[in-house]
């Protein structure tokens, strides 16, 4: 049995005080899930501050590609790695689009990551105008393909995936658990050709508008270990109930 990992990406939100009531919300309450929030760069020592000797783990959203240098707005796996960062998103397709990252520099990222011991989170997605092409499998195969393609089946073994189809992200459209699962299904099955132990552990999450109520019915199917949640993450009763859903 995989345990539930429910991920809070907080995207661009928050404020010290809007951030300081919702932890002490998220960490009143137990959840039957391992939860983590993913926070903005400057919040990640508020959140190394008051999380500290809780079950709620933390994380960035993102991590460069490249080991330190004249990178002008980056921040380095080991300054992550510093402050005992435990996850780092990596190709949320709001990076894909709106930065330009390639499979390859996913790839990149995420082997950054584990050379500090911070998982990364790989997300991979597809559009809607390539699930209506019928090219979803093929796309997100695509995605995987270089992250397996360039980590050691150690390091896979240290990786969290997560499929966010991108026309259910922020858009209040979920996929049915069936088409989620039929994903997650054909993702897990490309893990397994590279090692199936890994691929039996790995834990592969969904996100794209969870919400409390239809966490549930997700997280039912057999491939679907949690959820990377967006919106519902940044209220802590909505983000508490989809841990415990
Ligand atoms: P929403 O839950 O707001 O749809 O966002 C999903 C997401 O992008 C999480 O990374």
Request: cysteine-free; glycine content about 18%.
């Given at each position: 049995m995989r345990q539930k990992l429910v991920i809070g990406n907080w995207k661009m939100h928050g404020s010290l005080a809007a951030n300081a009531a919702l932890l002490e919300g998220i960490k009143a309450a137990p959840a039957r899930a391992k939860l983590a929030v993913c926070a903005p760069f400057p919040y990640l020592a508020q959140c190394q501050t008051l999380l500290s000797g809780s079950q709620v783990a933390w994380g960035a959203q993102d991590v460069s590609?490249?080991?330190?240098?004249?990178?002008?707005g980056e921040v380095a796996a080991s300054m992550l790695g510093e402050f005992g960062c435990g996850y780092a998103l990596v190709g949320h397709s709001e990076r894909r689009t709106?930065?330009?990252?390639?499979d390859a520099v996913v790839a990149a990222k995420a082997l950054r990551a584990l050379e500090f011991d911070i998982v990364p989170v790989v997300c991979v997605g597809e559009t809607l105008a390539e699930r209506e092409a019928g090219q979803t499998e093929a796309v997100v195969g695509r995605q995987l393909q270089a992250v397996l393609d360039a980590l050691s089946i150690e390091q896979l073994g240290r990786i969290v995936l997560a499929y966010e189809p991108v026309w259910a992200i922020g858009t209040g459209k979920t996929a049915t658990s069936a088409q989620a699962q039929e994903v997650h299904a054909a993702l897990r099955a490309r893990v397994t050709a590279k090692d199936a132990g890994v691929a039996a552990r790995m834990a592969i999450l969904y996100g794209g508008s969870v919400k409390p109520d239809n966490a549930a019915e997700l997280f039912s199917?057999?491939?679907?270990?949690g959820g990377l949640i967006?919106?519902?993450?940044?209220k802590a009763d909505d983000f508490l109930a989809i841990g415990n859903a």
């Open positions: 590609s490249e080991a330190r240098g004249a990178f002008t709106y930065h330009g990252e390639t199917m057999s491939d679907i270990d967006g919106g519902a993450s940044l």
